[in-house]
């Protein structure tokens, strides 16, 4: 089955606190992983995604296909990082997105 | 903020009633994907048109149809209409030959149905 989880809906940490977001998966091919983001009374954008292995707004994701695994890091949280999270896998072939349910992440001053 | 627009912004359909929406995607964008996103979900795919026709679809009646138009627009039907099909529906394009991350999204349509 084709599957992304998001284990955590809500997501609050105080500024300038670590975050991850954890994401999983399962997919029997050779995965391609998104993370996208939507901020309050905006359209939902790309974040990053794992083939580019970039830095976006000092958020990192990294692939692991040991553990089924695309969590999505920052060292140093900003109260402008608020937003709903949304971890996506793209199914080859089928060209579609599978997303997971979201993570709603709070920074507190 | 990118190009892709949808209209209407919302509406209120009563149960059996057919709806179209519709998704004005950017210029040379001929891949369009539609998506549903319940409330507390995550969006989930319906269908993706490439070159007028579809060429993906998830796991959706056929009283979800689509059509997409030469330039660039497309529109998603949806007959029938149950209480389960409230949602808001996404509209994502993006250009030819270019992969995921090139992809927009519009702003939704939020649909009730009564």
């Known amino acids: 089955a084709q599957r992304v989880t998001q284990p955590e809906k809500l997501l609050s940490v105080f500024k300038g606190a670590p975050v991850e977001l954890k994401c999983n998966y399962s997919?029997?091919?050779?995965?391609?992983l998104f993370w996208y983001v939507q901020y309050s009374r905006q359209r939902l954008q790309l974040l990053l995604r794992?083939?580019s292995r970039e830095s976006i707004k000092g958020f990192t994701a990294d692939l692991n296909k040991g553990e089924t695994s695309f969590h999505l890091k920052k060292p140093f949280a900003q109260e402008e990082d608020s937003a709903m999270y949304y971890c996506?896998?793209?199914?080859?072939?089928?060209?579609?997105?599978?997303f997971g349910q979201g993570t709603r992440l709070t920074i507190n001053p | 903020e990118t190009g892709v627009t949808q209209s209407p912004t919302h509406l209120i359909k009563t149960r059996g009633q057919q709806v179209t929406l519709r998704c004005s995607s950017q210029?040379?964008?001929?891949?369009v994907s539609w998506y549903q996103q319940a409330l507390g979900q995550g969006p989930q795919f319906i269908f993706q048109?490439?070159?007028?026709?579809?060429?993906g679809r998830g796991n959706f009646p056929p009283r979800f149809s689509g059509l997409q138009f030469p330039n660039y627009s497309s529109e998603l039907n949806v007959n029938a209409l149950e209480l389960d099909d409230s949602a808001l529906y996404l509209c994502?394009?993006?250009?030819?030959?270019?992969?995921?991350?090139?992809?927009?999204f519009g702003p939704g349509t939020r649909l009730t149905v009564l």
């Open positions: 997919y029997s091919g050779s995965p391609e």
């Open positions: 994502a394009s993006k250009p030819p030959g270019s992969s995921y991350n090139e992809q927009f």
């Open positions: 210029s040379g964008h001929n891949t």
């Open positions: 996506a896998l793209l199914i080859q072939g089928a060209q579609k997105l599978v």
């Open positions: 048109y490439y070159r007028e026709e579809e060429n």
């Open positions: 794992h083939i």
